[in-house]
């Protein structure tokens, strides 16, 4: 008996080892010389992007990669209250040349960091091209600091939104099942495809029923993009309406961190994982980093 005991407990171990190893690998190859910066976004406002930003941060960095969330809801501090974390600088601050980028990263759980912006956009235009020089050159440490940089916005359509979505590498689109989220997140795919159509544009179904639900609007909105504006849609997944989610928000944590086992941090593992296979299979393409990102970001916002 204690053979086999001691038997099995050497093979579980020898499976551990394969399996973090298989992990290094994959994490390996999919790491870059730049970060890939993903907006986060919506149509309609309310539909879960926070939550979503933060556990996908928290997820992703458990499988290994560093992910830096920068708060870009201006005016509205989003990723401070559900961390309980209050920033002492912002990136306003960087902007103005008053503090190095390092200095406005903020600890935030699971070895990730956030940024927050402040009022940042406003500043962001006022520069002359000297200052916005330092300050691209100052940003660009963060692509050797983080493989992902998880942006997280207001509702989408504004001007400002506009711009942080055309100038991300990759767009995650959060939509709820209600009639009005689903049309105004049409309508945000609708305005990224009049100004270009190879954006990569990837859903997730927040506070969905159930899974039938969920596929239902992720199909019925793929084939509509498809058909009348010839942009193709990534379904990245879904996260049910969940309880633990409401609770976590009141305990200004996280829920991946506070309710581990609910479905909604099961389910945003799903979407981590997803993220990291689709790294893996697109390895030869090089992101522009945030260096890139910035430069076309006020490029638009300039527009
Ligand atoms: N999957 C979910 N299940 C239950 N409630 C949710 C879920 N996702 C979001 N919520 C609720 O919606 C609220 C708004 O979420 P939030 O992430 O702040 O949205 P946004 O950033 O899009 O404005 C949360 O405070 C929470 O009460
Ligand atoms: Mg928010």
Known sequence: MRDQADKLRQIIESIKIRQSVNQANLINSIRKKTAKVITVTSGKGGVGKTNIAINLAIAL??????????????GLANIDVLFGIIPHNTLVDVINNKKNILEVLSDGPKNIKFISGGSGVEELVKLEKSQLEKFVDNISMLDKLADVILIDTGAGLSDNVMSFVMAADEVLLVTTPEPTSITDAYALIKMVSNRNKDKIIK?????????????????????????????????????????????????????????????????????????????????????????????????????
């Open 61 to 74: 960095s458990e499988m290994g990669l560093r992910v830096i969330i920068l708060d870009a809801d201006f």
């Open 203 to 303: 859903v997730v179904v927040n506070r969905a029923e159930n899974v039938n639900e969920a596929n239902d609007i992720l199909n019925k909105l793929s084939i509509v993009a498809e058909k009348f504006l010839n942009l193709k849609l990534y379904s990245l997944g879904y996260v049910l309406q969940d309880e633990a989610v409401i609770k976590a928000v009141k305990l200004q944590q996280p829920f991946s961190l506070s309710f581990p086992k609910s479905h909604a941090t099961k389910l945003i593992r799903e979407i981590s994982k997803k993220i990291v296979e689709e790294g893996k299979n697109n390895s030869n393409m090089e992101n522009t980093g945030i260096k890139g990102f910035v430069n076309r970001l006020v490029g638009f916002l300039n527009s």
